[in-house]
């Protein structure tokens, strides 16, 4: 079965960095883009960057281009998200997602906080 587990949270300062890891497993990690969403007290969850199966496309939400990088390693199943330059807007929790076999699929979240 698909399961996506997501790590790297944290409480940080503003002007910080985190890096967010989601492991994947249950499908044919290479075959899939993979995403990452972030969901702040009150709001809907956003998506904040994608990457297609082999890295090639890339694609961010305004508010983190130049500061966040999704990259991914194909051999691990994993994706990542490096966050640079944290602001305390981007407190939310944080999750991977991929669509699978016509099935959209989340981790559980990480806890991103970004406070001083």
């Known amino acids: 079965q698909v399961q996506l587990v997501e790590s790297g949270g944290g409480l940080v300062q503003p002007g910080g960095s985190l890096r967010l890891s989601c492991a994947a497993s249950?499908?044919?990690?290479?075959?899939?883009?993979m995403n990452w969403y972030r969901q702040a007290p009150g709001k809907e969850r956003e998506l904040v960057a994608t990457?297609?199966?082999?890295?090639?496309?890339?694609n961010y939400v305004d508010s983190v281009k130049g500061r966040f990088t999704i990259s991914r390693d194909n051999a691990k199943n994993t994706v990542y998200l490096q966050m640079n330059l944290l602001k305390p807007e981007d407190t939310a929790v944080y999750y991977c997602?991929?669509?699978?076999?016509?099935?959209?699929?989340w981790g559980q979240g990480t806890q991103v906080t970004v406070s001083s």
């Open positions: 997602n991929a669509y699978v076999r016509s099935k959209n699929y």
């Open positions: 990457i297609s199966r082999a890295g090639g496309i890339i």
């Open positions: 249950g499908f044919t990690f290479s075959n899939y883009a």
